[in-house]
């Protein structure tokens, strides 16, 4: 008696800390900025703790709306880029070297092909580009009829260059989202390294266009300053016209770009054609910041300023170019071009009316870099806040009404005891959320089925107990011994049936993608949960049962 | 006491023939499900009816002011340059005591061009466009859906928060751009947007019929009115949710999908055979979920209900149910044999299933009932997974007595007498009469057989 009353005491304190404890876990104020303060009387209300419950459980995108977004960068295109700008380095050093050639080009990515007439020369081609390119990263090998280098990019270079370009992609992306105001955005790689892929996840935001407009976005700013002595040419055939007559020297180092500014107040347009530099006197690389700044007048503009190695190139030339033109081009397109009318120093304006949605995205696209290479699609899911509301409802009355049915079989087949039942199977409840709080795991639809399979569990172990207790008291054996006897054989089974499907479980968190995980986080901590209620809890309610009155028990109602 | 059964003494493994031969007739109807879809060489019918989860494509989750025209929204969307053939309307069904819903779920298959090079896998091809091509399709046909005095106006419907204050913003229906006003117009337009979204979200389902509706929310000044018809409408629909998944993402998910499955079952295989120091058991365990999972998919085949990534879900709860249930006969197998070491494994066996009946039926029974519950209340979203674990309780229950058992004990058997367990495996030509057409393990292939040989001729039935 005294052993079983000592027994008691050590299993009621276990189970009051560990259902207090998880009860705390599931609606204490965890998740509260620094500032948060909340008066003690209003803390207990339930509008607050339901505040906090929903705040410490993670709700996946399928239950609480959001956009989820998987993109793949396509890396393969930038080592076509690194090819091309390869091709333009052979022949500039070629010609600069007087060395003669007939054509370098490209024709797969990772590959450039020098032809020449004069076989005497390929060793000379070899060496001079190879010391250009890196002979770490680029191999050549020659060949005759016609006399030709070919130069690879290894294999092993190609991948390193495919996984930085992966993850440079991955950096920008996760500051535009950043900038942009999502809250609790997720940014991961995901899959094979090989896959290149990006999954991103926005909670909340069921509108994903302006975001994706915006990922995409490509903005490469560059100042480029106007041919000397041009102004804007009206069409672009005057435009060409002029740079023909500049004759062949000069006309490498110049191009054609279109003007338009953006006037989407409904101004009218300034349009036409500028004759520009080919090299740019600094890019987006050079840019220290960009804002969208209301304007004087209508809309907004973009202001941006220029990192100092950046402002001393232009400040040279400005102060050199008084009255001159520099061009402002963004995304090959020239957006402004005003005089010069004195030394720059380090911010300039992008004039034009945008919208402040416009102006505001173009200078976050500004500030954040732009994209290495492309990025693709390749996924996209969004869920409106109706639908996730929709289907929580649903699930959770498909739940309570099992649980109803569970609990009405158990009171009405094993009579007292399935309060036993009945207590260990909510206390695993309120365990297994106190575990996804703990772990800041995120419960999905898939999550839900975890749970489901939980309960199923849950349940069964308590029947397998109660089924064993009764065969021992069929067995003629005295209501204690038949309790004790019962537990522990069905213990054996309880553990064989939870360890399995907990190793499955941890396959397929391991191995497994997204909402599989989901399913697995869910079971296991259910699992554990569950060994917990149905084999201590449960257990210790009978020896309440049986011992509570001055003598034991003789009679047991199961 | 309520007893389901007092003193269950029935002879399952007696009859195992019967229900073995029923599970390879299911297995086989499945099969012919598959094979008979993959090979009629028409096009649209596939074995499977593979959500976009797995086969790539988009589905929008649409809601309408009215009962859709599901005609017209077909000619709309079809005047978007989609065939007639390739779009799928479901209407949603409205749950018992609400509304009706009004939804549709509009369906595309995959409409990004990908070619797959020579020795290229079919996850590796490359996609040249983005998943979302059909999205931006539906939703273009879904506008030409509303009247055309609407061009030129916002739809209140379409879009989030920050959208609408935007709006807002550029409208100014207040004239709070001129100052004056305690709040800046950012300020007061985002509440504004928040209150109206609200609003549309939680109260209204994600879809406001009429403007004039939003006159009744508390905490809008009227003034706004007349500005707020000018500038904006309520459209006729609203997309619930939308989902685009390129053809590479969906053959990704389903290989991983199905190597996880054959991991997990491959670590219980061994656990299993750890814990009972035996094969046999893990051996037995496994074919029985093999055998779930192959009768439940064919069943999906033949209904062609949609299999997406929650019926993966609901197809591992169904293995980890089976298990469960295999694992406490097996427990109840091992516990007697330490006793009667004496005894034929089969009646052990035999005798286990009995003395856990109860406990199967009662716990079938319940997981059974809260099955019903979700299939019932658990809606559109759940519909596949509710029907996988509908179908998956009863398999499973049925396959932990008669696949997981006989299985056990035919390795078993075969451990103890190599020739005696050749005669019944599988596909044995030497089989004996009474698994020779069936070709399935032989119900001689006992722990005593290996005795006496002329034993081996004894059937199930007879055995005690």
């Known amino acids: 008696m005294d052993v079983m009353n000592r027994n008691l005491r050590t299993r009621s304190i276990v189970i009051a800390i560990i259902t207090l404890g998880s009860l ?259 890019t987006g690389a050079d840019l220290r910041d960009a804002r969208g700044v209301p304007a004087q007048g209508l809309g907004y503009h973009i202001s941006f300023q220029v990192k100092p190695s950046g402002a001393e190139k232009v400040g040279a030339w400005t102060e050199k170019n008084v009255g001159n033109y520099l061009a402002i081009v963004l995304g090959n397109q020239v957006k402004s071009a005003p005089v010069i009318k004195g030394k720059f120093s380090d911010s300039a304006q992008i004039e034009g009316s945008f919208t402040q949605q416009e102006a505001e995205d173009l200078a976050l696209v500004l500030r954040s870099g732009a994209l290495p290479t492309k990025i693709l699609y390749l996924e996209e899911r969004t869920v409106g806040p109706s639908l996730g ?42 365990i297994l959320l106190a575990g996804l709080a703990v772990f800041n795991a995120t419960l999905t639809l898939p999550g839900i089925a975890g749970v489901i399979l939980t309960i199923g569990m849950a349940v069964d172990s308590n029947v397998l107990i109660f089924e064993r207790i009764r065969e021992e008291l069929r067995a003629g054996k005295i209501v204690l011994s038949a309790v004790d006897t019962g537990f522990s054989k069905a213990l054996v089974t309880i553990i064989d049936t939870h360890v399995t499907t907990i190793v499955s479980a941890l396959f397929l968190y391991f191995f497994g993608t997204g909402p599989i995980r989901g399913f697995a986080v869910t079971l296991v901590i259910g699992l554990l949960a569950n060994l917990f209620t149905a084999v201590y809890v449960s257990r210790a309610m009978f020896i309440w049962t049986l011992t509570r009155g001055e003598r034991q028990a003789d009679t047991l109602s199961i | 006491m309520i007893e389901i059964f007092k003193h269950a003494n029935y002879d399952f493994l007696g009859k195992k023939w019967l229900f073995i031969g029923v599970s390879w007739l299911l297995i086989l109807a499945g099969a012919a499900s598959v094979a008979w879809r993959a090979l009629d060489g028409n096009p649209d019918t596939h074995p499977f009816n593979m959500g976009i989860d797995f086969a790539g494509g988009t589905l929008l989750d649409v809601k309408f002011k009215d009962t859709p025209d599901l005609g017209r929204l077909r000619a709309a969307i079809e005047k978007q340059g989609i065939e007639a053939s390739k779009i799928t309307l479901q209407p949603v069904g409205n749950q018992i005591g609400e509304a009706p819903k009004n939804e549709v779920l509009i369906r595309l298959p995959n409409l990004l061009h990908v070619e797959r090079k020579a020795g290229e896998s079919e996850t590796s091809a490359k996609a040249e466009t983005d998943a979302d091509v059909g999205k931006k399709k539906i939703l273009t046909a879904l506008a030409t859906l509303n009247p055309a005095d609407t061009q030129g106006k916002v739809d209140i419907n379409d879009g989030g928060r920050d959208k609408l204050q935007a709006e807002l913003l550029r409208v100014d229906p207040l004239n709070l751009t001129a100052g004056g006003a305690t709040q800046t117009p950012e300020a007061r337009y985002s509440e504004i947007a928040t209150r109206i979204v609200e609003y549309r979200d939680k109260t209204r389902g994600g879809l406001i019929a009429s403007l004039d509706e939003l006159k009744s929310l508390n905490g809008l000044e009227p003034q706004l009115w007349p500005k707020l018809g000018e500038a904006f409408f309520a459209g006729a629909a609203a997309v619930k949710s939308a989902e685009a998944v390129s053809p590479q993402v969906g053959a990704d998910l389903r290989d991983r999908a199905i190597y996880v499955t054959l991991a997990a079952c491959a670590g219980m295989l061994v656990f299993v055979a750890f814990r009972f120091k035996s ?100 809606g559109a979203v759940l519909k596949s997974f509710s029907w996988a674990l509908f179908i998956g309780i009863i398999i499973g229950t049925y396959s932990s007595i008669y696949i997981a058992s006989p299985f056990m004990l035919w390795w078993e058997g075969f451990k103890k007498s190599p020739q005696l367990a050749t005669a019944g495996a599988p596909g044995a030509t030497t089989a004996s009469a009474s698994s020779a057409s069936s070709g399935m393990p032989a119900a001689s292939a006992v722990r005593s057989g290996s005795k006496k040989k002329g034993k081996k001729a004894r059937t199930a039935s007879s055995m005690r």
């Open chain 2, 279 to 378: 094969w046999g058991f893990g051996i037995g365990a496994i074919v029985a979920v093999i055998h779930d999972v192959l009768i439940t998919l064919g069943i999906f085949s033949i209904t062609q209900f949609e299999i997406d990534l929650t019926v993966v879900a609901a197809l591992l709860t169904l293995v980890g149910y089976s298990m469960n249930d295999t694992i406490v006969i097996f427990d109840r197998i091992r516990e007697t044999m330490r006793v009667k070491r004496r005894e034929k494994l089969e009646t052990l066996a035999n005798d286990a299933i009995n003395q856990t009946l109860s406990r199967t039926i009662i716990t079938s029974g319940l997981t059974f009932l809260t099955v019903v519950a979700l299939v019932i209340f658990g």
């Open chain 1, 389 to 430: 509301a929709d289907s929580i409802r649903q699930g959770v009355t498909a739940s309570i009404v099992g649980m109803v049915l569970v609990v009405f079989f158990m009171l009405f087949y094993y009579k007292f005891s399935g309060v036993n039942a009945v207590v260990a199977l909510v206390l695993n409840l309120i």
């Open chain 1, 24 to 282: 705390i876990l599931m609606f204490g104020p965890w998740n509260k900025g620094p500032n948060y303060k909340i008066a003690a009387s209003d803390f207990f209300k339930p509008s607050n703790l339901k505040q906090n419950l929903s705040e410490n459980i993670h709700l996946g995108l399928d239950l609480r709306g959001g956009t989820h977004l998987v993109m793949q960068v396509q890396a393969d295109e930038a080592i076509q880029t690194i090819s091309n700008g390869n091709v333009e380095k052979a022949k500039d050093i070629l010609t600069k070297g007087k060395i003669n050639f007939t054509d370098v080009k490209s024709l797969a990515s990772g590959q450039v092909v020098v032809e020449t007439a004069d076989a005497s020369q390929q060793s000379e081609i070899k060496d001079k580009l190879l010391a250009d390119f890196g002979s770490s990263q680029w191999s050549a090998t020659t060949r005759t009829n016609p006399p030709t280098v070919v130069f690879d990019l290894s294999g092993s270079a190609a991948d390193r260059i495919r996984k930085e370009v992966t993850e440079q992609a991955k950096a920008i992306i996760e500051q535009r989202i950043n900038q942009f105001g999502v809250t609790e955005p997720t940014v991961q790689f995901r899959g094979r390294d090989e896959d290149h892929q990006i999954l991103l996840q926005m909670p909340g935001v069921d509108n994903p266009e302006r975001v994706k407009e915006l990922l995409k976005a490509d903005a490469k700013l560059e100042l480029k300053p106007v041919k000397t002595g041009t102004q804007l040419f009206s069409t672009e055939e005057s435009a060409r016209a002029a740079l023909a007559a500049l004759g062949p020297a000069e006309q490498s180092s110049y191009e054609v770009l279109h003007m338009r500014e953006s006037r989407s107040g409904g101004a009218s347009s300034v349009e036409g054609w500028y004759i520009l530099e080919k090299n740019p006197l600094i």
